[in-house]
Antibody, heavy 119, light 112 residues
Framework: EVQMVESGGGLVQPGESRRLSCVASGITFSNYWIHWVRQAPGKGLVWLSRMSPDGKDTSYAGSVRGRFILSRDNAKNTAYLQMSGLRVDDTAVYYC????????????WGQGTLVAVSS | DIVMTQSPLSLPVTPGEPASISCRSNQSLLHSNGNNYLGWYLQKPGQSPQILIYLGSSRASGVPDRFSGSGSGTDFTLQISSVEAEDVGVYYCMQALQTTWTFGPGTKVELK
């Protein structure tokens, strides 16, 4: 069974940093692109970032470019989303998603981790 | 970034009846390889999203054949031939043509 498990969410103050982790099991992690998608409370899905299987190709949505950094450790089957300069409007559930290719086919989603940015 | 729009944003449905959702992009999603980089996802209440359709019209594994996708370029449609109660939730289209992907705003489908 494939599992994508996010962790690291919680309450943070504006301007602070937070690192989210995503541990994958049941897949050959090093074959998959990893994406992050978020969903603000009661709102729609927003694609944030993706990283290629070898970690060499990364792209970001304009709303987080320069503030968020995606990385991965294939030996640990883990991806990370380092978030800095957090704002109130970054409050959302953050999903880690795997994709075998760039066709837009998301294979497996995590259950999400909630990041709440508030003073 | 490519902007995605959907209509309607809310869709009351009757079980057993067909339903249709439209998705439009402000740029063509047709790749030079002949594929449209457009997918459809369903987020059921309290769950993570799940894929329904990829590359515009290919049904994902395990997806009931009452779901179908069509369209090309900038105009796409998701059709449900006969709605079932378990189909309620929010439907999103998503473009994957560019290096930055974008979702549509979502269409909430609920039973009448």
């Amino acid at each position: 069974e494939v599992q994508m498990v996010e962790s690291g969410g919680g309450l943070v103050q504006p301007g602070e940093s937070r690192r989210l982790s995503c541990v994958a099991s049941g897949i050959t992690f090093s074959n998959y692109w990893i994406h992050w998608v978020r969903q603000a409370p009661g709102k729609g899905l927003v694609w944030l970032s993706r990283m290629s299987p070898d970690g060499k190709d990364t792209s970001y949505a304009g709303s987080v470019r320069g503030r968020f950094i995606l990385s991965r450790d294939n030996a640990k089957n883990t991806a990370y989303l380092q978030m800095s300069g957090l704002r109130v409007d970054d409050t959302a559930v953050y999903y880690c998603v795997s994709a075998l290719d760039s066709s837009g086919y998301f294979d497996d989603w995590g259950q999400g981790t909630l990041v709440a940015v508030s003073s | 970034d490519i902007v995605m729009t959907q209509s309607p944003l809310s869709l009351p449905v009757t079980p057993g009846e067909p339903a249709s959702i439209s998705c439009r992009s402000n740029q063509s999603l047709l790749h030079s390889n002949g594929n449209n980089y457009l997918g459809w996802y369903l987020q059921k209440p309290g769950q993570s999203p799940q894929i329904l359709i990829y590359l515009g019209s290919s049904r994902a594994s395990g997806v009931p054949d009452r779901f179908s996708g069509s369209g090309s370029g900038t105009d796409f449609t998701l059709q449900i031939s006969s709605v079932e109660a378990e189909d309620v939730g929010v439907y999103y289209c998503m473009q994957a043509l560019q290096t930055t992907w974008t979702f549509g705003p979502g269409t909430k489908v609920e039973l009448k």
